[in-house]
């Protein structure tokens, strides 16, 4: 079965990023070991940034097609959770014009939440130069009530926790290297490999998460099951 839309960009954008990978090896070799003569610490810092910008690219391209698979689903507004029929109303409430909650009426309703879909993308999205636990979180909740994503982040020998921490640290990593360039400390080809691997396996949850959190409010799966080693 293909891999749904979502996962299909990111394992596109992984392939291009891990090319550097290749690069690494074809001019220092691949024995272990550092290889400081050959000054190829460059191909990994900017192999931690790319990462980082397709997991972020991956939750933007997660979140739109949720929002659509619930939106296309809806026969009416009572689909979609409470929590987001509140925050796509609260405009109507608080405009001067009284009138404006006339927009509800009949199928106004799907404006409304389109509009409060673009609000939230907007405001997430631009900001998610930074796609960090919180704002992962803050994101699905507004735009369609799932609470929490990140506490599903969990897989064999690894916890929610501890999985939240090791993508706060590659964040903060690529923020480091995209400002300064020159870190403090050596990036290794270790590390390039392992943030793939964690960002594959944040991906492959999220998706799951996010299928299953839709169908109890659809009765209807959007996209197949992504299967990824050693997730639970």
Known sequence: ??????????????VEVMRLAEIHATISGTRPGRRAKYDVEILNKSGIVLLVATWEAYIEDLAILAFAAIFAAATAYTVFPSKVLTLAARELRSSVDERRVWELAGTGWRTVLQDHRQAIIDRYVGTMNTPKPEQVDG??????????????????????????????????LRGDIAHRVKTSRTVTKGEVLKAQDLTSRLAAVSSNQVRRYIYTLTNKYPWSEVRFEGTA
């Open 1 to 14: 079965m293909a891999q749904p839309p979502h996962v299909e960009n990111l394992i596109s954008n992984h």
């Open 139 to 172: 994101l699905f909740s507004e735009l369609i009530g799932l609470s929490a994503l990140s506490s599903h982040w969990h897989w064999i020998k690894t916890n929610s926790d501890q999985a939240r921490k090791r993508l706060t640290d590659l964040v903060a």
